[in-house]
């Protein structure tokens, strides 16, 4: 399905007078209002191949129906995503589950909807019927050598694939660590971890980035070899400038201060990227800011204040991307809230008065300082980023329109109602 520009325009004028009203309220509010449309309109979230279909849980998968049936099908529902957000403008798969056959073709068909590929993501997090050995026990950490070539391989050619698409980074996730003391000795775990991870940066090209992820537990309940940013700083930190850390928001022990781990990283120059979604327990994957807006507010609070100290471009010097899964809504409505959350959050912290905030942190004005970041996260700031929408061409409301032009239905009629994507 093609979403036209022309149901994009008739969308939006239903909706204008409403939405003028509200930007100019908007603009009273806040003061450098248009800088930060610009930032918005420039700012775009990847999408990650995997989560275009519903997710499972251990217990159970209930397809939504017209899910992508294959990498090409994935890049046309983000293609459906950016036509009406204009903010998702690159997709990130996932080798195995999207091996591309013709990258001619597939780069051809990402350009025509205006989509980058994003970084790319290897697993070893799960035994390919093709493969010799098992992970069973680990991959890049394994005791057994002759696993970890096979999982180092399996990244090498994953910056191949790469390199032919025009991504330029590569996500590891290890699920390696172990479930019971006494299984791991965790010197030598990280030791092989490090000299495979040595491996893998070495064929990655000089423009290239390494995303080291880490997680604190699951699908190991005892121990986990990149288990917080501490110790994928460590491991970064040995491999070399394109190394950096990626934060997953659902990867931290509850109440951990994300907002901290992103500040010291940035100052280290190495936060690479992240993975954005909600979570309650552990790795819930839910919409971002479904749950903890604050949070994710205060998350881009650091980030704004950190690379602008740096110099920082927000759109390009850091991978901003989603990890999600969806059990029960349709993906594509899940992402396209998804990302609406995430922009909402960075216009607030655009908007925070950071010479107020560094006075009042100076004075030690407690009370102040807390005044200014409530203010800016109270301040309604969804006009601003509806405005930067509807001047590159976007919707209005994103969702509205989708849920008029019925596009989950035409899908299912497109590709079947059992239709099941690859992933989780
Ligand atoms: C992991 C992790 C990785 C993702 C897999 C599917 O929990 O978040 O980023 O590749 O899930
Ligand atoms: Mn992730
Ligand atoms: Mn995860």
Request: charged share 25%; hydrophobic share 40%.
């Amino acid at each position: 399905m093609i979403i036209g520009s022309n149901n994009i325009e008739s969308h939006n004028e239903g909706l204008l007078k409403k939405h003028q009203n509200k930007l100019v309220f908007t603009a009273s509010e806040i003061d450098n209002t248009e800088a930060i449309i610009q930032k918005l309109i420039d700012f775009q979230i990847a999408i990650p191949s995997w989560a275009l279909g519903t997710g499972g849980t251990r217990f159970g998968r209930f397809a939504g129906g017209g899910e992508p049936r294959s990498i090409e099908e994935k890049i046309e529902d983000v293609g459906l995503l950016h036509k009406l957000n204009n903010a998702s403008g690159a997709i990130s798969l996932h080798i195995p589950w999207d091996i591309p056959q013709d990258y001619k073709a597939i780069k051809a068909l990402a350009a025509q909807h205006n989509l980058k590929f994003d970084a790319m993501n290897s697993n070893t997090f799960q035994d390919q019927a093709s493969s010799e050995h098992t992970y069973k026990y680990g991959s890049l950490q394994n005791v057994n050598k002759a696993v970890r070539k096979q999982a180092i391989a399996h990244n090498i050619e994953v910056i191949k694939h790469g390199i032919e698409l025009g991504s330029q980074s590569l996500t590891i996730w290890l699920a390696d660590g172990s479930n019971f003391p006494g299984q791991l000795n965790f010197r030598k775990a990280y030791q092989n971890t490090l000299e495979s991870l040595e491996e893998i940066y070495d064929a990655l090209p000089a423009d290239w980035k390494l995303f080291l992820e880490y997680k604190c537990a699951e699908p190991n309940f005892y121990s986990t070899t990149v288990a917080d940013w501490g110790q994928s700083y460590s491991y970064v930190k040995k491999l070399g400038d394109k190394a950096q850390t990626l934060v997953d928001l659902g990867h931290h022990l509850p109440n951990a201060n994300i907002e901290q781990i992103v500040s010291l990283l940035l100052m280290e120059n190495k936060l690479g990227g992240f993975h954005f979604n909600d979570s309650k327990y552990g790795d819930d994957d839910l919409t971002a800011g479904a749950l903890k807006p604050f949070q994710l507010f205060l998350i881009f609070n650091e980030l704004v204040e950190g690379m602008d100290a740096r110099g920082m471009n927000h759109a390009k010097d850091l991978g901003w991307m989603i990890d999600a899964s969806h059990n029960i809504k349709d993906p594509l409505e899940d992402l396209l809230q998804s990302v609406e959350a995430i922009m909402i959050a960075y216009a607030q912290a655009l908007s925070v008065d950071r010479k107020a905030l560094e006075k009042a942190q100076e004075e030690n004005d407690v009370v102040k300082a807390q005044e200014i970041l409530q203010n800016a996260f109270r301040t309604d700031v969804r006009a601003l980023v509806a405005e930067a929408r509807l001047r590159s061409g976007a919707a209005l409301n994103p969702v509205e329109l989708y849920r008029s032009l019925s596009v989950r239905k035409n899908l299912i009629g497109e590709r079947g109602l059992k239709t099941l994507a690859t992933g989780l």
